[in-house]
């Protein structure tokens, strides 16, 4: 359900008053972050693995900015909401990437909201 709602929401699905978007406070401003993971040669890992790091990526969003971050990630990339308005902090790339054991690269954009 988490990942309908984070498509949905990123892909402008969501209509502004949505009960889930209340729930989860994303009714007003957000932080989309557009995040790719493992930027280099490609390296063959089993899908546990690929759990495992997206977990410590997740652990990661939630502690920099306080919150639970919602994340639609694979493997080699994804975007994350953060709700409220906020500036991402000036190290979350490094930090993600020491979490990972990755070279991470992450693009941030505010919105105003759904609907906006």
């Known amino acids: ?7 949905g929401l990123l892909d402008g699905m969501l209509a502004p ?6 729930q989860l406070r994303l009714e007003g401003p957000a932080l989309v972050l ?5 930027i280099g040669p ?10 495992r790091r997206l977990r410590r990526v997740q652990t990661v969003l939630d502690h920099a900015f306080g919150t ?8 080699e990339s ?7 308005g906020c500036e991402p ?8 990437s020491r979490a990972c054991g990755l070279e991470v690269r992450i693009a941030a954009v505010p919105a105003d909201g759904p609907g906006a």
């Open 42 to 51: 490609a390296v063959a890992e089993g899908p546990v693995a690929v759990r």
């Open 1 to 7: 359900q988490r990942r309908s709602l984070v498509r």
């Open 34 to 38: 557009a995040i790719s993971l493992g």
């Open 89 to 96: 902090p000036e190290d979350l790339a490094r930090a993600v």
């Open 17 to 22: 008053g949505h009960v889930l978007l209340e």
């Open 78 to 84: 994804g975007r994350a909401v953060v709700p409220k």
């Open 68 to 75: 639970e971050v919602l994340t639609l990630l694979d493997a």
